[in-house]
């Protein structure tokens, strides 16, 4: 898939950029910043999620819960193949 592009300018570190341009040849270096930036920006968006969500399912509101997870989905799965099989 294409994607169209745009120019940028931004600033970095003399020693990252150096770094960058002594490692990967000229035609490449945007795609390795960009394949870099999406790759942290993915992380940050995760990490955000996770902190956005963290404590939401409490045991009170999810009583099923309190027997472990194990058990409620053995229960789903059970629940699910007698249903496959018309019994019920």
């Known amino acids: 898939m294409a994607s169209t ?32 930036l999406r790759h942290e920006l993915k992380r940050i968006r995760f990490k955000k999620a996770l902190q956005s969500s963290f404590g939401v399912w409490k045991q009170d509101a999810h009583p099923e819960l309190t027997k472990g997870t194990r058990r409620l989905v053995r229960s789903l799965r059970k629940s699910s193949r007698l249903t496959r099989v018309g019994i019920r």
């Open 5 to 36: 592009t745009k120019q940028a300018n931004f600033t970095l570190p003399e020693d990252l950029l150096d770094e960058l341009k002594r490692t990967v040849p000229k035609g490449e270096q945007s795609k390795v910043v960009g394949d870099a």
